[in-house]
């Protein structure tokens, strides 16, 4: 759901800001139809245009992130099993709560990551990457690619914008969100975890086998996430091996992850 922004109708001394913050959710009235939406006020933070903090910052545990095909896609269209070494990349990013990418190395990132660092002495991860490669074995008739879930960390705190001249009609804003990034493996006891899965084919890809010579085929990586795994609930695609999946040793934790 989106937050909408609150507004602050006068210039404020810094003592006034703060107080005002803590008590404006309880005793301002909904934004009108005319204010900024939230993507605005973002967009005026990542332009400067905006003088933006990000407060109270609350760093949330970690857990496993959705799954994500990884490699390309093997389709055994032979009478017996077909094993092929398959090399796997994923890069993944960070988003806020209007699943808006927050780019490494950008304003908004910097802003978030300054006000971590100042509460927790730490810095947070805007993107990781990895890659590696896996030999797999493909059942005749059956598909199969490899996946890999990325620990992963919620951020929650409050935006503040103040403009030299009044915006909307009005000098501060405020508004809650919540930004969602790769942290380091090993995070809270989560680890990252690459498996190898496999599923039958459908009726159109064994139709599609008839011009391939009974091969192993590789297809695309369609880059598709899988179901999702709601934070610190266990979903269908943990850590744990679930039914047609082969768990790939995970890599220990590491001192500092790739950027």
């Known amino acids: 759901m989106t937050n909408k922004p609150i507004r602050l109708g006068a210039r404020l001394t810094a003592l006034g800001v703060a107080a005002t913050a803590a008590l404006s959710l309880a005793t301002l009235p909904a934004a009108a139809s005319s204010d900024p939406t939230v993507e605005q006020l973002m967009a005026d933070c990542a332009s400067g245009t ?23 896609t093997l389709y055994n269209c032979s009478s017996s099993p077909a094993s092929q070494g398959l090399g796997w990349s994923d890069t993944v990013g960070s988003s806020d709560s209007l699943d808006v990418s927050v780019t490494a ?38 598909v199969g690619w490899i996946s890999r879930a990325q620990a992963m960390q919620q951020v929650s705190g409050k935006w503040q914008t103040h403009y030299d001249n009044p915006h909307w009609g009005h000098y501060y804003w405020f508004w809650k969100d919540t930004v969602t990034s790769p942290t380091a493996n090993g995070t809270d006891g989560v680890s990252n975890a690459v498996v190898v899965k496999s599923r039958a084919m459908t009726p159109d890809e064994k139709a599609s086998c008839t011009g391939a010579n009974a091969q192993l085929v590789r297809g695309p990586n369609l880059h ?14 943990d850590s744990t091996p679930q039914p047609g999946d082969t768990p790939v040793a995970t890599p220990p934790a590491e001192s500092s992850p790739k950027q």
């Open 50 to 72: 905006g003088k933006c903090t990000f407060n109270d910052p609350v760093v949330d545990r970690a857990y496993l992130g959705d799954y994500r095909q990884v490699s390309d």
């Open 105 to 142: 190395g950008g304003k908004i990132a910097g802003i978030v990551e300054a006000s971590v660092t100042a509460k927790y002495g730490h810095t947070r991860t805007t993107s990781h990457s990895d890659s590696g490669s896996l030999g797999m074995t493909v059942q005749p008739g059956e």
């Open 224 to 237: 598709q996430n899988e179901p999702t795994n709601h934070p610190g609930t266990p979903g269908p695609h």
